[in-house]
């Protein structure tokens, strides 16, 4: 299939990998040129000026940047792709944007006969690489089985979560219960260690048990060593649970710890670690706690 994949940061240079991997056409376009030239060279694939000229023909569309603004101007701008694109092309959005903009792009695609599913992941940077990631996609029951072959080259699970806009909203309070999970985690670490116990053992012992999480799985050791290498930015995971207190708000539905974890992460951005892995909350714990790991 022709692709136009527009994005190839951290998790969409590992994604437009799998994509070329399995054969497809790739024509790709990074907003810093050197990114894109980098990728060609070691993936193949032909290098576009301008969303519009990656998206020359293609018949799928598919995005992976920061947020939705971005990708509305990305498909829709000045040289966006949806001008070029071929008649009734699949617009794939991976990025994490509010729901309330997944629907309204989709309603505006929708008017120049284009398709769109949007289709968020979860697994951070290694996922990408292995092509497991967890992608929930929102769009019509055809738009979605026609996307699902591309997206299953991505990722090993695919869960339809209902139409437009519904694969964000899943995504975004997925995020904010994985902080609030960090944040327990984080907590249950520092008082482990106030009071004497071995961490070693506590980990092992949690992780056998009802208290273990996948947050305490792949961040108990980063936070410990105050390794902030970053899978995921801190930055990127207060958007996406302020986008989630803002659907859940509008809904009427409380959701307090989502707004304590914002607390958390507006802290952890204020102390700098902003472009740190969103591990680094456990600096705002520590300072609230009086001591370190």
Do not use: Y
């Not at 695609?109 to 497991?132: E, H, K, W, Y």
């Amino acid at each position: 299939m022709r692709i136009a994949f527009l994005g190839l940061g951290i998790m969409g240079s590992r994604m437009a990998a799998n994509l070329a991997r399995a054969g497809h056409d790739l024509h790709v376009w990074n907003r810093t040129t050197s990114t894109g030239e980098d990728w060609v060279a070691a993936h193949g694939g032909t290098l576009a000026a301008t969303p519009a000229e990656a998206a020359v023909g293609a018949e799928a569309v598919i995005t992976m940047v920061v947020d939705g603004p971005q990708v509305q101007a990305l498909l829709l701008g000045p040289g966006g792709a949806a001008r070029t694109a071929a008649p009734g092309a699949l617009c794939i959005d991976m990025s994490t944007t509010a729901p309330a903009d997944a629907r309204h792009l989709g309603a505006e695609l929708a008017a120049l006969g284009l398709r769109f599913v949007d289709a968020p992941v979860t697994g951070s940077s290694p996922r990408a690489q292995d092509g497991t990631l967890t992608i929930m996609a929102g769009g019509s029951a055809a738009d979605h089985a026609a996307a699902v072959p591309l997206l299953e080259v991505m990722g090993r699970l695919i869960v339809h979560a209902g139409d437009v806009g519904q694969g964000q909203m899943l995504k975004v309070i997925g995020n904010s219960l994985a902080t609030a999970n960090l944040i327990a985690a984080g907590q249950a670490l520092l008082a482990a260690s106030a009071t004497g116990v071995d961490l070693d053992a506590f980990v092992t012992a949690m992780r056998a048990g009802s208290g273990g999480s996948a947050m305490l799985d792949l961040k108990s050791g980063p936070m410990r060593e105050h390794d902030f290498t970053t899978l995921f930015k801190t930055a990127h995971m207060l958007k996406d649970v302020g986008f989630c207190l803002d659907a859940t708000q509008a809904a009427g539905a409380g959701f307090p710890l989502a707004g304590q974890a914002r607390d958390v992460l507006e802290r952890a951005v204020a102390l700098g670690h902003g472009d740190d892995d969103f591990a680094s909350l456990i600096t705002v714990l520590e300072a609230d706690a009086g001591r370190q790991l």
